[in-house]
Nanobody
């Protein structure tokens, strides 16, 4: 059952930007590494980015390095994914996760329901 809530997805042209947000209303970010996975049509879920509880360490998939930035605000139990220079291949449902398995996380114990990002060429 989803315990996180993503927002900020939408339709954008290639080269554009979006900022995804993830809210944790039940304090399900507290003490945990958090991050983002995505799932494109017909493909499996893939790792995008993760950040430790303190924010001191981040990890990115090679495909998004230099274009995406992950951040968090622990005072507000919020996570963010700033996505710049978007490409059509970034089109996917983006899922926020908390309480990661390993580092960088290969899975999360807590997930959101996802937000659709569509990049047109």
């Amino acid at each position: 059952q989803a315990q996180l809530k993503e927002s900020g997805g939408g339709l954008v042209q290639a080269g554009g930007s979006l900022r995804l947000s993830c809210a944790a209303p039940d304090h399900t970010f507290s003490g945990y590494a958090t991050g983002w996975f995505r799932q494109a049509p017909g493909k499996g879920r893939e790792f995008v980015a993760a950040i430790t509880w303190s924010g001191a360490h981040q990890s990115y998939a090679d495909s998004v390095k230099g274009r995406f930035t992950i951040s968090r605000d622990n005072n507000k139990d919020m996570g963010f994914l700033e996505m710049n220079n978007l490409r059509p291949e970034d089109t996917a449902i983006y899922y926020c996760g908390s309480d990661g398995v390993g580092w960088p996380p290969t899975d999360f114990h807590i997930w959101g329901q996802g937000t659709q990002v569509t990049v047109s060429s």
